[in-house]
């Protein structure tokens, strides 16, 4: 598999899959960051989804565009989000990532769309949720939207995923990846100062409810096997003692 990028993502899919599925080009570079509007960083990574599109399309290769799940796609209004129906982006990013998968779909190259949720991982990007909240505990104050939620997923789940919709030749679509069990940021608040030992001041800031479901019937039926991960209530805790263990006043 050819790895186009160095990042989070580029790094967990490098050391997973090695030489398998040598036909295969993933787009793991770009912007990360739900709350992204950076027109520039938007420019670059159109114009390297483009050279990359143009190039399998003539090699015949399958290409791998990374897209989100998240409410900047979706939105936050409970509805389940489903890959093959309407989307109202409601920022600059989700308006982004969804014109990247349209280019996809017109770029005649065999093609295949991860609509990814918030990754939680080993050398994740440091604007990323886990580690904004985690340095905000540490500093003693937190800014927490009480009525805010966010979907979670281990990044480990995410490339066994992708290994069995290569193996099965899935292309010509977009499959969300995600938990399916949104969970409160204040509880991830709540976990985070359990493990630093930390009592930060919370800055609450009031808004309308955010809360985006995403539906995962077609990744169930594409990968049946995904349907056999535990999100139930213990996987919040789960994930911050395999990645926040470590984390104290006098390590971060």
Do not use: W
């Amino acid at each position: 598999m050819e790895i186009v990028g160095n990042g989070f993502l580029a790094r967990h899919f490098t050391a997973h899959f090695g030489d398998a599925h040598p036909d295969v080009t993933v787009i793991a570079a770009g912007v990360s960051t739900t709350a992204a509007a950076d027109t520039a960083g938007f420019d670059r990574e159109a114009a390297l989804v483009g050279e990359v599109l143009r190039r399998c399309r003539k090699d015949g290769r399958r290409v791998v565009f990374l897209s989100t799940s998240s409410a900047a796609l979706y939105g936050s209004d409970g509805l389940p989000g489903v890959e093959d129906g309407p989307v109202f982006p409601i920022n600059a990013y989700g308006r982004h990532k969804l014109a990247l998968e349209r280019v996809c779909e017109l770029s005649g190259a065999r093609y295949l769309v991860l609509r990814l949720t918030h990754l939680v991982g080993d050398g994740q990007q440091p604007e990323q949720l886990l580690p904004t909240l985690a340095r905000g505990v540490l500093a003693g104050s937190v800014t927490v939207h009480p009525e805010a939620y966010r979907d979670l997923l281990d990044v480990r789940h995410v490339p066994p995923v992708l290994d069995a919709l290569c193996a099965r030749d899935v292309h010509g679509t977009a499959v969300n990846v995600a938990s399916g069990s949104p969970i409160a940021v204040p509880d991830i608040v709540d976990g985070l100062q359990r493990r630093l030992g930390v009592d930060a001041e919370r800055r609450l800031v009031r808004r309308a409810p955010q809360l985006t479901r995403v539906s995962l019937a077609k990744l169930h039926r594409l990968v049946p096997e995904f349907a056999d991960l535990d999100f139930g209530p213990a996987y919040l805790d789960e994930l911050l003692d395999r990645y926040f263990d470590s984390y104290s006043p006098a390590t971060a």
